[in-house]
């Protein structure tokens, strides 16, 4: 890619801290298409982001998380195709123990190895969260029971910004210590656009006494509105200066997808120096976006033969 002269404009006016350069990896969380025309703009755009050689993709399953309407398959197809490592998303909240333990076993046998394990939402409008009598109460629940059937990689969320139904920041960071104490080895970021925030909650879990991996989630702003109206769902904040930044920017002329790389290289590029060696992209399964900041941050793809899987396997021999 060749940075055009606004681009570059833009990042000096960033301040993107270029030098020292430290490597990083990367992985990257995509969602499973749904129509014909989904798909078929899907599978071009999953070739171009296994070109950063990520650390894993990962799938996402929908808030009725059963897995096989889409994440299934699509977990399959993205490793059958690439060759690189795929997590499943695997939630719990509107599944009996049962269901939940068929389909994790059904990842294994399938060669899966990796779970991101989270509890999910109650259906909208549904009113708040209450456990199904039969099912994993909450993700630590969900952790549990995973280790209870096959020693699968597991991954859990974090919320730099609190999740919005915890009685207390120190209960929701709790959480996340339990989470880790039944068997997760990593905790995977909410996105969250104030990057003094990330350092603090990180601080904060080592103080608790989470010692496995936090990894900063950077959502690259594909259209701002849409960010807007999402981040209004899982109450994550948009700064005053992100809203100035893209004040009046039409999502589909290239300039908002220039700001929007600079922004999301600008905090990857803070994230490193502050130390983290892995960032979690929401690619929102688009390539571009996604690629042009990992490549403003510094970030060069891995030798193919020194990939390791997230699994600390070699990719080859995968
Ligand atoms: P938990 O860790 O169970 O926590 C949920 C809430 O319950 C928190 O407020 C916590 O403090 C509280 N809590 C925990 N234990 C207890 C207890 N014993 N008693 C009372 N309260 C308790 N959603 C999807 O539907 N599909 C996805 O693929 C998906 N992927 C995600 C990936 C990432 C990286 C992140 C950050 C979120 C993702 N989500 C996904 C959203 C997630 O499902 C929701 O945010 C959900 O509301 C919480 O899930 P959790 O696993 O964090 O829950």
């Given at each position: 890619m060749d940075l055009t002269g606004d681009l570059r404009r833009i990042v000096e006016g960033l301040r993107i801290e270029r030098a020292p350069h430290r490597p990083f990896r990367v992985s990257v969380e995509l969602f499973p298409p749904r129509t014909p025309e989904a798909k078929a703009r899907f599978w071009p755009?999953?070739?171009?982001?296994a070109g950063l050689r990520p650390h894993f993709f990962s799938v996402t399953c929908g808030a009725g998380g059963t897995g096989r309407d889409g994440t299934y398959p699509t977990v399959l197809e993205i490793r059958e195709r690439t060759g690189l490592p795929v997590a499943a998303h695997?939630?719990?909240a509107a599944h009996g123990r049962e269901e939940v333990d068929a389909l994790a076993r059904a990842y294994w046998e399938a060669g899966v190895r990796h779970i991101v394990a989270l509890r999910g939402?109650?259906?909208?409008g549904s009113g708040p969260y209450v456990p199904r009598p039969d099912g994993y109460a909450y993700a630590a629940d969900l952790v549990r029971g995973l280790r209870g059937i096959a020693p699968f990689e597991i991954s859990v969320a974090g919320y730099p910004e609190t999740h919005p139904e915890a009685p207390s920041r120190a209960f929701d960071i709790d959480n996340v210590r339990r989470k880790v104490e039944a068997g997760a080895v990593r905790v995977i970021g909410q996105y969250c656009f104030d990057t003094d925030t990330v350092l603090r909650y990180r601080d904060e879990l080592v103080r608790a006494g989470v010692e496995v991996p936090f990894v900063p989630g950077i959502m690259p702003v594909h259209d701002f509105a849409k960010i807007r109206r999402f981040s209004e769902a899982c109450r994550a904040s948009i700064p005053d200066w992100l809203a100035e930044l893209f004040t009046d920017l039409d999502p589909s002329l290239p300039v908002h997808g220039?700001?929007?790389?600079?922004?999301?290289?600008?905090q990857m590029s803070r994230l490193v120096a502050e130390g983290f060696d892995h960032l979690h992209l929401y690619a929102l399964n688009r390539a571009d976006l996604t690629l042009a900041a990992c490549r403003l941050a510094?970030?060069?793809?891995?030798?193919?033969?020194?990939?390791?899987?997230?699994?600390?396997?070699?990719?080859?021999?995968?």
């Open positions: 755009e999953v070739e171009r982001l695997l939630t719990c939402d109650p259906p909208k220039m700001v929007a790389a600079a922004v999301a290289a600008e510094g970030y060069r793809p891995p030798a193919a033969a020194a990939t390791e899987t997230s699994s600390g396997r070699s990719a080859c021999a995968a």
